[in-house]
Structure formats: structure tokens, C-alpha cells
């Protein structure tokens, strides 16, 4: 594999006039991103579930509403690898920064959009159209945000360091997710289920109005990292897209492998208990609500600790441990969820998050660490995005399919084939903590 030039310590710079892109600096911009653009996709995972059937593909049958909804909620997930090719080839050529700022900006108005986007009743087969554009261009700006905020990271990472600077962005999805159901549960405890229905569920998507603006400002004050700058004075190679394809087809399929057990466990553990407790046990909205965001503090408990033991023992041990925890946890799922007790059904939603935060933080270091800086941006986003595809654009849909097929053991027999997937995509990877980017 290519390898580049150490990156000096985060804060240092190549002349004294160059903006420092201090630890700090680094790591509020990073988690503060993904958090927002997180915030952005989770609030659309939270109304699939609970309203975005009903309000845009109405009809007869509610199962066909649910299916549906949940798959304009994988709509996002297909064009996420299109974001990631496109904002990762500029990423790659011009910059991290002015991509990373274009993909909040995208994420934001999409999400905006969809909170003042009229539904089926007003405006006819027109709805569910433009939610599905919608939901595209949100899947076009997360594509291109993760694989630049996990280079921002680890890019300015201080030497034996990088798996804990590149936890950041990967805490996004931990605060973004707990904000995202925060701010609904306030708006279920505080109007009737007729008034959220009708325009409740609109708030948390203008909200993000807010949100995008405050991570501009972050964004805005950013340097290049010098690995990056270093890279722009050689001569330009093939498009990134094509020298990834050429040469780094292999940690390509590794990273994306790798990756498909974060997305199953946490989508299913999310979005189809929520679907499922709400409308098939009868659960309060509000009550299942608050289950995640308590469970939700387990995932980004484990996220740093997940980190830390990455930078002293390895990506590779950390990774496998992860991830035979969670085909235990998938084995876990239909003894707990089936017996609509409250207490074991939060078991398994503090379990699956667990899984899911110990194993997801090291992916902020591995999937740069694979591949070399010239394709990096492009190379990290695609593997991210691909797996997101495989492990969680269908995973919501497959599970409510696989439920009325088989019951409940057979959804959690699809956590233990996405887990056992990415595991074996590990034993093939070498162990990346020492290599140098």
C-alpha cells in the first residue's frame, strides 16, 4: 500500500502567517458537523417511523404505509455513495474544507424542505415526489460530510493518537441522534398526537435552519490539514475516482465490509423497534422516545472508550471483540423484544447501541488508514457510504418483512449475517494503528 508523510502534531504549521488547526479547533469542528448533519437524518428515521406513512403515501393498508416510508428513509442511503464520489473527488482535489461547508449547506436546505413540504392531501402524488428528492439530496450531503470530517480528524491528529481524535465524528451520530429524539419527545409531551400529526412533526426539520448556521461559522474558521497541502504541490494524478478503482479495489471492499454491521445494528435496534414496539405493542410514543435517548447514552459511552482502546491495542482486536458482541446481541433480540415487557425491551436497546458505538468509533480511523491521501476523501466516503447501503437501506424494510415471515428471530438472525459479514471482512485486514498517513 501507498503510504505519505507523517502529519506533524495537530497545531503546528508551516509558517507562522498559517491559520493552526489547534486540537481543539479540530475536534469541535468534527463533532459538531456530524452532529448536525446526523441530527438532520436521524429526525427523517424518527417521522418515518411515526408519521411520514400516514402524511405522504396514503392509503388503505398501514403496513403499506410503514413499507413505504421506510423506503423513501433507504432513498438516502443510494445516493449517499453519489455524495461521497462527488464532494470526495473535489475533497480530493481542491480541498477538504469547501466540501465539508457545500455538504452542510445541501443537508440543511434539504432538511428544511422536507419540514415545509405540503403532504398528500394538499398536493397530491406531488408529496411523496418531492420528499423522495428530498431524502436524495439529504443521503447526496451526508455522502460527502463523514469521509471529510473523519480526515479533518485524523489528518490533524497528533502521532498515537489518531483513533481517539477520529472517535469525534463518530460521537455526531451518538449526539445528533439523542438531540434528533430529544426534540421530538418535547414536542410529544407538549401537544396532542392530532396536533403532531398535523404540523408537530414539522418542527425538528426547521430547526436545522439554526443548526446549519452555527456549524458554518465552526466550519468557516477551519485550515487545510498539511497532509493535504503537502499533497497539492505534486503533480496531479488520474481522478481520484479512477486511481481508487485501479489500485485500492481491495481496501475498498475491506472498509465497506467492514463497516455494514455498524449500519444493521443500529437501524433495526432504532428505527424498526421503534416502528415496531409503537404499532404493534401498543407502546407510547413518548415512553419508546425516551428508551432511546437513555439507551443512546450508552453508545456514546462506549464510543471513547471503543477509541481509546483502539490507539493502545490495535483497530483489529477492538473491531472483532465489537462484533461478536453483536451477533450476541442479534441472537438477544427476539427473547427481549417479544416479551413487550418495557425493562427487557430497554435491555436490548442499551445492548444494540453498545455494540453499535464499539464498534463504529474505530471506523474513524480505520477507513482513512486504508487508503492513501491522493484518494482518501474519496476512498473513506464511498467505503462508508456502500456499507451503508448494504447494512442499513433495507435493513428497516428487510426487518419488518422478515417479521411477518418468520417472527422475530429471523431479524435478529440478520444482525448475526451483516455482523458475521463485517467480521470476516476484518480477519482479511491488516492491522493499520502504526501505519502512517
Known sequence: MTTDTVSPAAGETTSPTAPAN????VMIASLAGTTIEFYDFYIFATAAALVIGPTFFPGESSQMQVLAAFMSFGLAFVARPVGSFLFGHFGDRIGRKSTLVAS??????ATVGIGLLPGYQSIGIAAPILLCVFRLCQGLGIGGEWGGAALLATENAPRGRRAFFGMFPQLGPSLGFLLANGVFLVILLSMSDEAFMVWGWRIPFLLSAVLV?????????????EVFTREQQKPPGRAPLI???????????????????????????????LNYATQT?????GTFLGMLCF??????????????????????????????????????????ISSASIPLTLVFLCLGLTAMGWIYAPMGALLPELLPTR???????????????????????????LVTQGGLSWVGYYIVGMATLSLLAMLSVRETRDRTL
Not at 104 to 109: A, I, P
Not at 244 to 273: D, E, K, S
Not at 281 to 285: T, Y
Not at 378 to 397: D, F, M, V
Request: proline share 5%.
Open 295 to 336: 439507551a443512546i447514552i450508552f453508545m456514546a459511552g462506549a464510543t471513547p472508550l471503543s477509541a481509546l482502546a483502539c490507539d493502545r491495542f490495535g483497530r483489529k482486536p477492538v473491531i472483532i471483540s465489537g462484533l461478536i458482541f453483536t451477533i450476541a446481541v442479534g441472537l438477544m433480540l427476539a427473547p427481549l
Open 104 to 109: 452542510l449547506v445541501l443537508m440543511g436546505g
Open 375 to 401: 484518494v482518501r476523501y474519496s476512498g473513506a466516503g464511498i467505503a462508508y457510504s456502500l456499507a451503508g447501503i448494504l447494512g442499513a437501506s433495507l435493513a428497516p424494510y428487510a426487518a419488518q418483512w
Open 213 to 225: 448556521v452555527i456549524g458554518l461559522y465552526v466550519r468557516t474558521t477551519l485550515a487545510e490539514s
Open 22 to 25: 489547534t486540537p481543539r479547533r
Open 281 to 285: 405493542q401498543g407502546v407510547d410514543r
Open 243 to 273: 486511481e481508487l478503482l485501479r489500485n485500492h479495489r481491495t481496501p475498498l471492499l475491506q472498509g465497506t465490509l467492514a463497516m455494514v454491521a455498524c449500519y444493521a445494528i443500529f437501524y433495526i435496534t432504532t428505527v424498526f423497534t
